[in-house]
């Protein structure tokens, strides 16, 4: 039993080296998307507090009515 738990660990440990490891280029690339994430939030940051600018002056303009 114990020889099988290490053999399976050990082949466990191998996979996770082999296939854990990021490369610069890896690192490049989500930093990339992160940036593109930040501009699209922020974009549709100024697009909700735009829309919620006019829709508080069509309600005040239609309580002044």
């Known amino acids: 039993m114990l ?3 290490s053999k399976v660990s050990a082949v466990l440990f191998v996979a ?6 990021a490369s610069r280029q890896d690192l490049a690339d989500l930093d990339k998307k992160i940036d593109a994430a930040e501009s699209a939030a ?3 940051v100024a697009a909700a507090e735009e829309a919620n600018t006019k829709l508080d002056r069509m309600f005040k303009h239609s309580m002044m009515k």
């Open 16 to 21: 996770m080296v082999a296939g854990g490891c």
């Open 42 to 44: 922020l974009r549709a």
């Open 3 to 5: 020889k099988i738990v």
